[in-house]
């Protein structure tokens, strides 16, 4: 049974960073590619960063140059490094890999 359990939301001030962790468990962790999802009331959830199994990394162009998405096989666990927090970065963040989430982390960043 796959697991993911995200932590390190949190209130932070614009300008402020925080680190998301996701802790998989019940797969393959190093034959799967992981992502990071945002979701704010009223809107569609959608993709804020993907990292595939030989690291290579996406965006999205909302976000790029300020979050780093990197993956730790050994602990089987992939993080979201946000720096430089904007109010419009306020949300529930999820974590997924193929038909999976997590329960998700509320991150609120206040101008």
């Known amino acids: 049974q796959v697991q993911l359990v995200e932590s390190g939301g949190g209130l932070v001030q614009a300008g402020g960073s925080l680190r998301l962790s996701c802790a998989a468990s019940g797969m393959i962790f190093s034959g799967n590619a992981m992502a990071w999802y945002r979701q704010v009331p009223g809107k569609q959830r959608e993709l804020v960063a993907h990292?595939?199994?030989?690291?290579?990394?996406n965006y999205a162009d909302s976000v790029r140059g300020r979050f780093t998405i990197s993956r730790d096989n050994a602990k089987t666990t992939v993080y979201l490094q946000m720096n430089s927090l904007k109010p419009e970065d306020t949300g529930v963040y999820y974590c997924?890999?193929?038909?999976?989430w997590g329960q998700g982390t509320q991150v609120t960043v206040s101008s």
């Open positions: 997924a890999v193929a038909v999976y």
């Open positions: 990292i595939s199994t030989n690291g290579w990394t």
